[in-house]
């Protein structure tokens, strides 16, 4: 497995902006998709967005298409997600999530086999 660890949360008002880092290491992530996903107080991990290997395939959730963007650096071996215009609604710890489907079950935590230990991120309104 790969280690990962995000980076980047923290306090914002709404409309602002934050963007998310997840830093892999002990094995290269160029090989697999990545994604992120959320969990906020009281409710089930919920998809985000993925992106495959090496970038041309990135798939969102209804809830956060155009103001979010998911993106790599494969030769940093890193994974991250800009976030604009966030909402209240967006507050939740996010998890970097990674050797995982970008096709075809891509929504469920479960297909996925690594993960961060989580940032939290907070909207005031």
């Known amino acids: 497995q790969v280690q990962l660890i995000e980076s980047g949360g923290g306090l914002v008002q709404a409309g602002g902006s934050l963007r998310l880092s997840c830093a892999a290491s002990?094995?290269?992530?160029?090989?697999?998709?990545m994604a992120w996903f959320r969990q906020a107080p009281g409710k089930e991990r919920e998809f985000v967005a993925a992106?495959?290997?090496?970038?041309?395939?990135?798939r969102y959730a209804d809830s956060v298409k155009g103001r979010f963007t998911i993106s790599r650096d494969n030769a940093q071996n890193r994974l991250y997600l800009q976030m604009n215009s966030l909402e209240p609604e967006d507050t939740a710890v996010y998890y970097c999530?990674?050797?995982?489907?970008?096709?075809?079950?891509?929504?469920?935590?479960?297909?996925?086999?690594?993960w961060g230990q989580g940032t939290q991120v907070t909207v005031s309104s």
């Open positions: 002990g094995r290269t992530i160029s090989l697999y998709s």
């Open positions: 992106i495959s290997w090496g970038g041309a395939t990135t």
């Open positions: 999530a990674g050797e995982g489907p970008i096709h075809t079950a891509t929504i469920i935590p479960a297909n996925w086999r690594s």
